[in-house]
Structure formats: structure tokens, C-alpha cells
Nanobody, 123 residues
Framework: QVQLVESGGGLVQPGGSLRLSCAAF????????ISWFRQAPGKEREGVSC????????SYADSVKGRFTISRDNAKNTVYLRMNSLKPEDTAVYYC????????????????WGQGTQVTVSS
């Protein structure tokens, strides 16, 4: 059974950092793309970052470039999202999702989703 489990969210002050984890079960990360999306109250779900585990290609939304870093650990079957210099506008529920091979910015292109983890940036 394919399952994605996110962890690492929480409350952090502006300027702080968090590292989110997305652990994959029931499949290996080889030849998959893993994306992080986020959804704030009243807003559409938006893509944050993606990594294609087959070739290591990464992509980032303009709003997080230079602050967020996506990485993978194939041995642990886990993808990470390191978030630095967090801003109040980064507050959202963060989801990881997977699809075969290549990244896509469209949520509908993803086959499996995690349950989400809340990130709140506030003083």
C-alpha cells in the first residue's frame, strides 16, 4: 500500500527554520517525482518545490527560491524540505505528493498524497 507520511511542521517565529520530512512507504523513490504543495486557508493549493528522484532535478516556486531546499535520502526513502528565513506568508498546511518520473506543477497530476503537516509562522 502506497503511503506518504509528512512530519516536522510546527510553530516558528519569523526568520526561523523548519525541516519537513516526507517518508514513503509501499514504493521506492527511484523513478518518482516528489513535490511539496501548501494550502493556506481560503487559498488554492500551490506548488512549493519538487524533486525528480530519477535524475535529481529540482524546482522551486519563485516565492521560496533561495530560502527553501528540497533533498532526498534514498536509503531512508524520504524527501526533505528545509525551510529557512520563514515568513508569515509561508503559513499553510504542507503536503507531499508523488507521481512517476517527472515533476509537474499541477496537483491533479499526482497519484498519492500525504495527510499534511501544519506550518505556522508567527511571533
Amino acid at each position: 500500500q502506497v503511503q506518504l507520511v509528512e512530519s516536522g511542521g510546527g510553530l516558528v517565529q519569523p526568520g526561523g527554520s523548519l525541516r519537513l520530512s516526507c517518508a514513503a512507504f509501499g514504493f521506492t523513490l527511484d523513478h518518482s517525482a516528489i513535490s511539496w504543495f501548501r494550502q493556506a486557508p481560503g487559498k488554492e493549493r500551490e506548488g512549493v518545490s519538487c524533486i525528480s528522484t530519477s535524475d535529481g532535478t529540482t524546482s522551486y516556486a519563485d516565492s521560496v527560491k533561495g530560502r527553501f531546499t528540497i533533498s532526498r535520502d534514498n536509503a531512508k526513502n524520504t524527501v526533505y524540505l528545509r525551510m529557512n528565513s520563514l515568513k508569515p506568508e509561508d503559513t499553510a498546511v504542507y503536503y507531499c505528493a508523488t507521481r512517476p518520473l517527472s515533476c509537474s506543477s499541477w496537483p491533479s497530476h499526482y497519484d498519492y498524497w500525504g495527510q499534511g503537516t501544519q506550518v505556522t509562522v508567527s511571533s
